[in-house]
């Protein structure tokens, strides 16, 4: 323990440690929002705690609660988080050689894969300090966002209707934040307005939580466009 510690203070600056800093203070508010208006869809405490720490995929638990609450089924609710997921593929190929070899090391460190370890191992190229941001970030934003789910999930229990507060409102807020700063690549923006215009051509007509699948056909416009680039540079 002394040594991991030790390793982190020699790689990891004072700027990264305050971004970092920053970053799980917001993972516990997030935490909060999550825990509490799930439970004010009507789930058991249990289970936005039970699902944090096995599932920890902030997006997926979001999208997941979210379609439930809005009537979707579980199992279409599940297949839209695994879609969530599968960017989770080039992430684990983008930083295998930092997790480490031993199998307990691979498992740990592969559940600790989310958007902001992945961004912050490869934002820089010195291999140490990737392989610490890499543990610190991934150790830190699990315990801060478990942390804040229980909290929120306490809390929603205690208030009841957190739905009359606005909480909820945090669900496309926080999905909206996640997808922004990809719109600023036009194709991108065209794939996402052609899945909104589609979601929402399907709502009167679909069961809840289908016509957000049929918006991955949006994706097919951005292959097209990127097929084309390459083609044609």
């Given at each position: 323990m002394r040594s991991f510690?030790?390793?982190?203070?020699?790689?990891?600056?004072?700027?990264?440690?305050?971004?970092?800093?920053?970053?799980?203070?917001?993972?516990?508010?997030?935490?909060?929002?999550f825990g509490a208006v799930a439970v004010g869809y009507g789930l058991p405490v249990w289970v936005p705690v039970v699902m944090t720490l096995l599932v920890f995929a902030g997006g997926s638990q979001l999208l997941l609660v979210g379609l439930?609450?809005?009537?979707?089924?579980?199992?279409?609710?599940?297949?839209?988080?695994?879609?969530?997921?599968?960017?989770?593929?080039?992430?684990?190929?983008?930083?295998?050689?930092?997790?480490?070899?031993?199998?307990?090391?691979?498992?740990?460190?592969?559940?600790?894969?989310?958007d902001e370890s992945v961004a912050f191992a490869l934002a820089t190229e010195d291999r140490n300090k990737a392989r610490a941001s890499y543990w610190t970030v991934g150790v830190g934003m699990f315990f801060a966002w478990t942390l804040g789910v229980v909290i929120g999930a306490l809390a929603g229990r205690a208030v009841g209707d957190v739905r009359a507060f606005g909480v909820d409102a945090?669900?496309?807020?926080?999905?909206?934040?996640?997808?922004?700063?990809?719109?600023?690549?036009?194709n991108?923006?065209?794939?996402?307005?052609?899945?909104?215009?589609?979601?929402?051509a399907m709502t009167t007509v679909l069961p809840a939580g289908v016509p957000v699948l049929v918006a991955l056909l949006g994706l097919v416009v951005l292959a097209v466009r990127r097929s084309e680039r390459a083609v044609c540079p």
């Amino acid at each position: 323990m002394r040594s991991f510690y030790r390793t982190l203070r020699a790689n990891l600056d004072a700027t990264t440690v305050r971004d970092i800093s920053l970053l799980l203070a917001a993972a516990v508010l997030d935490g909060i929002s999550f825990g509490a208006v799930a439970v004010g869809y009507g789930l058991p405490v249990w289970v936005p705690v039970v699902m944090t720490l096995l599932v920890f995929a902030g997006g997926s638990q979001l999208l997941l609660v979210g379609l439930v609450g809005a009537g979707a089924s579980p199992a279409m609710a599940v297949a839209a988080g695994l879609l969530v997921n599968l960017r989770h593929l080039p992430f684990g190929l983008a930083v295998s050689d930092l997790i480490g070899k031993r199998l307990a090391a691979r498992l740990v460190g592969t559940h600790l894969m989310v958007d902001e370890s992945v961004a912050f191992a490869l934002a820089t190229e010195d291999r140490n300090k990737a392989r610490a941001s890499y543990w610190t970030v991934g150790v830190g934003m699990f315990f801060a966002w478990t942390l804040g789910v229980v909290i929120g999930a306490l809390a929603g229990r205690a208030v009841g209707d957190v739905r009359a507060f606005g909480v909820d409102a945090a669900f496309p807020a926080v999905l909206f934040a996640l997808v922004l700063p990809a719109l600023k690549d036009r194709n991108t923006l065209a794939a996402v307005l052609l899945g909104c215009a589609l979601a929402l051509a399907m709502t009167t007509v679909l069961p809840a939580g289908v016509p957000v699948l049929v918006a991955l056909l949006g994706l097919v416009v951005l292959a097209v466009r990127r097929s084309e680039r390459a083609v044609c540079p």
